[in-house]
């Protein structure tokens, strides 16, 4: 079973709409992170969570929330979705803070998204 | 603010030896990871610096000079399900977040 799940796995959607892609894990870890691909531009972060009372905004977070319902769940809204937030977003987990060790992030598989 | 560089695109012939440059300059330094992503796929790690030096970890090995703001990532006896982009990110002082740079697109060729 995989630890880190997305769904969607795809969706088209027009501009405008209201769209919630959501992320659990059952590696039980407190960190969870949205990201969003775009080709050549990498890995940017949209917001992040270290628990269930703590949201932060990341590198680029307008156009976007997001909502922490339990320390398994963590679900990003695009509350009027336009064209050039069509891309591949990724959630993530961790479970170390830094200096405690590898701060590895582990990726669900990936949603791709078009607003068309 | 931060800024890591890598290049764009590499290509390489099967079971020759490539190195993959990474350059950063960031807000802190705590670590810098090498992830793996095949096309439409999830990034998965596979390695992580802290201090100077050379890392080995089978075909694979990742060096990190601190100093120098550089590191690299080197493949060996490539094959060709080593096809895919290669994610250089440093782990700074902002909280517990990475910072990505761009991918550098693997090609292998036969």
């Known amino acids: 079973d995989a630890d880190v799940t997305q769904t969607p796995r795809n969706r088209i959607t027009k501009t405008g709409k209201r769209i919630m892609l959501e992320c659990s894990q059952t590696?039980?870890?407190?960190?969870m992170y949205w990201y969003r691909q775009d080709p050549g531009l990498g890995l940017r972060l949209i917001y992040y969570?270290?628990?269930?009372?703590?949201?932060n905004k990341g590198e680029i977070s307008d156009g976007y929330s997001v909502s922490r319902q339990a320390q398994a769940k963590f679900s990003l809204s695009l509350e009027s979705a336009i064209p050039n937030q069509t891309a591949l977003y990724f959630c993530?987990?961790?479970?170390?803070?830094?200096?405690?060790?590898?701060?590895?992030?582990?990726f669900g598989p990936g949603t791709r998204l078009t607003v068309l | 603010g931060q800024n890591i560089d890598q290049p764009t695109e590499m290509t390489a012939t099967e079971g020759a030896i490539v190195q993959i440059n990474c350059t950063y300059q960031?807000?802190?330094?705590?670590?810098l990871f090498w992830y793996q992503q095949h096309a439409g796929e999830a990034p998965t790690f596979l390695s992580y610096?802290?201090?100077?030096g050379l890392e080995e970890k089978g075909r694979f090995s990742s060096f990190l000079s601190r100093s120098k703001g550089y590191s690299y990532l080197l493949l060996k006896e490539l094959q060709m399900k080593d096809s895919a982009s290669y994610l250089c990110?440093?782990?700074?002082?902002?909280?517990?977040?990475?910072?990505f740079g761009g991918g550098t697109r693997l090609m292998v060729k036969p």
């Open positions: 993530a987990t961790s479970d170390l803070g830094a200096g405690q060790g590898s701060n590895e992030q582990f």
């Open positions: 590696k039980g870890h407190d960190r």
């Open positions: 969570s270290f628990d269930v009372k703590d949201i």
């Open positions: 960031t807000s802190g330094f705590n670590g």
């Open positions: 610096n802290v201090l100077d």
């Open positions: 990110a440093v782990h700074g002082n902002a909280g517990n977040m990475l910072t």
